[in-house]
DNA sequence: AACAGCCCCTGGGTGC
DNA sequence: TGCACCCAGGGGCTGT
């Protein structure tokens, strides 16, 4: 489950083998995954990768010429990489991008729900993208005015991308346990002093995060020492680090949700 | 506008 | 041992 920091982790170990070379061809095993799938095939081929970078949970290829912008989403379980052509057959490397280099950008994805777009213009995309966390635009007195009107918990809110874009379930947990705040209280109950506790959490969970280059979970993502720093997401009964009360795990809009029920209020 | 609930997928886990 | 079933989870979509 990449959120901010895996992406994070991807966008910094990719740019240094794709910045500088050029798609030659897009073998696409499963078209669904390209909203698009004809304009990869034609447009792509020829242009040259001149940056990379995130927005919120994307991964931005910048191109020249600079009319197309390649988006990949890697959802539950993409995974990009860059590996030789001889490198062994990934029956779910679903669209596979030939380099100039004689190397391939394979994009593997077991559930199939990540997605790949080759845009004019991102923005139309990145318009629905609340700000970054990381960036001043991000500060408690925006969040409070996010949270003012809702009603709904406060957990569901932070997996709004539009509210923060780049917290997934992990990191929603994290930060609410670092600001002792229960997911399950209506967004708008929160006061001030809470909702600049939870700015701080979240900035300090995703700044640790990014510096252990993320959680390796599952068979989805692997390279961070992220998982075992986590206090409370994937800790069902286990003591709480701070009152060694037993972590609970409770459903809140339909998404698994780990707290402590004494620290968290 | 806000929100609940369903859907897409697959492989791992569970229970019989 | 084998097999049917259930579940996770990001985000888009529909219906209320």
Redesign the pocket.
Not at 120 to 138: N, T
Not at 149 to 174: F, M
């Given at each position: 489950?990449?959120?901010l920091p895996e992406v994070e982790t991807t966008v910094r170990l990719l740019r240094r083998e794709l910045v500088g070379r050029r798609f030659l061809r897009v073998s696409l095993k499963w078209p669904?995954q390209c909203p698009t799938p004809e304009d990869l095939r034609t447009e792509l081929p020829g242009r040259e990768v001149t940056a990379l970078s995130r927005r919120?949970?994307?991964i931005v290829v910048h191109l020249d010429p600079a009319d197309r912008t390649l988006l990949v989403?890697l959802?539950?379980?993409g995974q990009l990489s860059v590996q030789p052509e001889s490198a062994p057959f990934d029956?779910?490397a679903h669209t596979v991008f030939s380099l100039d280099d004689g190397l391939e950008l394979r994009f593997s994805d077991?559930?199939?729900?990540g997605?790949v777009y080759l845009l004019r213009d991102p923005e139309d995309?990145f318009a629905?993208l609340g700000p970054e966390p990381l960036d001043s635009a991000f500060c408690p007195k925006w969040m409070r005015e996010r949270f003012r009107?809702?009603?709904?918990?406060i957990k569901?809110?932070l997996?709004?991308?539009s509210v923060v874009a780049?917290?997934?379930?992990?990191y929603?947990d994290e930060s609410l346990f670092r600001a002792q705040i229960d997911p399950r209280r209506?967004?708008?109950s929160l006061n001030s002093r809470e909702v600049r506790a939870l700015h701080r959490a979240i900035r300090a969970v995703l700044e640790e995060a990014i510096e252990h280059q993320g959680t390796s979970f599952?068979?989805v993502y692997s390279g961070g020492e992220m998982q075992s720093r986590l206090k409370v997401?994937?800790r069902k009964e286990q003591p709480c680090s701070r009152c060694a009360t037993p972590i609970q795990r409770i459903?809140v809009?339909?998404?698994?949700?780990h707290l402590c029920p004494r620290c968290q209020r």
């Amino acid at each position: 489950m990449p959120e901010l920091p895996e992406v994070e982790t991807t966008v910094r170990l990719l740019r240094r083998e794709l910045v500088g070379r050029r798609f030659l061809r897009v073998s696409l095993k499963w078209p669904r995954q390209c909203p698009t799938p004809e304009d990869l095939r034609t447009e792509l081929p020829g242009r040259e990768v001149t940056a990379l970078s995130r927005r919120g949970k994307f991964i931005v290829v910048h191109l020249d010429p600079a009319d197309r912008t390649l988006l990949v989403h890697l959802r539950m379980s993409g995974q990009l990489s860059v590996q030789p052509e001889s490198a062994p057959f990934d029956p779910h490397a679903h669209t596979v991008f030939s380099l100039d280099d004689g190397l391939e950008l394979r994009f593997s994805d077991t559930r199939k729900f990540g997605r790949v777009y080759l845009l004019r213009d991102p923005e139309d995309v990145f318009a629905q993208l609340g700000p970054e966390p990381l960036d001043s635009a991000f500060c408690p007195k925006w969040m409070r005015e996010r949270f003012r009107t809702r009603k709904r918990a406060i957990k569901t809110l932070l997996l709004e991308q539009s509210v923060v874009a780049g917290l997934g379930n992990i990191y929603a947990d994290e930060s609410l346990f670092r600001a002792q705040i229960d997911p399950r209280r209506p967004a708008s109950s929160l006061n001030s002093r809470e909702v600049r506790a939870l700015h701080r959490a979240i900035r300090a969970v995703l700044e640790e995060a990014i510096e252990h280059q993320g959680t390796s979970f599952d068979w989805v993502y692997s390279g961070g020492e992220m998982q075992s720093r986590l206090k409370v997401y994937g800790r069902k009964e286990q003591p709480c680090s701070r009152c060694a009360t037993p972590i609970q795990r409770i459903v809140v809009g339909q998404r698994g949700t780990h707290l402590c029920p004494r620290c968290q209020r």
